[in-house]
Every structure is written in structure tokens, then in C-alpha cells.
């Protein structure tokens, strides 16, 4: 579906928030769509997965990885590759981004409906742990 809303709209009039862990967890490349279509992504959802076969999500029917289940980790605890993702930025600092872990704070097996956290102050910490890893990426990759 991604493709055929970035081919068929115009580049001037629409952008697009691209949720890196779902793509990534459809076995799709962030990297890739980000290279190519930059210009296009006004923000990000910045969500990592760990590969589970007990995981509470799926990857969805007619992709790449359809079924293959998942859960949501704080940002730099899963298996998405953070730093090439992001290397093919030209400039960060044209883009928005959006840390989020969909089951962060869930004391309870969440629902593929309605995942909903116990504990809200688990929302905001998976935010500064995952902000604080971007960071230092960042920071090593500016050689800081």
C-alpha cells in the first residue's frame, strides 16, 4: 500500500509518516524506502521489535514476513538496525520523529485491538531510553 500512495499522489501537496517497526517487521526496508523517498517522509515512528514466536503482534498477511510473530522493545533493544536506517538521511533535522513501543508499560498480554499500559510512566520511560540510545548514535556518529 505504501508504494502505491507514494506513486500515486503528488509529491507536493502530500507527505507521509513512515512506522519503521511495522515495515521493518512486514520484512520491508526502511533504509530502502527512506533513501528513496526522503522527500516524501515528513516524520517517523520510531519503534523497534524483537522476533517472537510467542510475541504478541504479527506481521501482516500478503507481506513478507505475514504471520511471523513479534513484540514491540524500547528503541535499541530489538532488531532493527538503527544506524543504517538513519545514515540514509541526508539532514535528521528535516524530519520529525516519534519514539513509541505500542505495548510499553503493559503489565497484561496486550490484544492486537487494544493494547493498553497499565502503567503510563512506562510510556515515558520507553521514550528517554529510546531517545537517549538515538542520541548516542548520534553522537558516535559524529565521532562526539
Known sequence: ICDILLKETDPRLVKFELDIGWIEGAGQSAYEYIRRYQDRFAAFQVKDIVWDPNGF???????????????????GKGVIDWERIFSALRNPRDHYFFIEHDDAGDDETPTDASPRPRNPAGSANTVWRGSTYLANLELKRRGW
Open 57 to 75: 503482534r504479527a506481521a501482516a498477511v500478503n507481506t513478507t514476513n505475514a504471520g511471523k510473530r513479534f513484540s514491540f522493545a524500547d528503541v
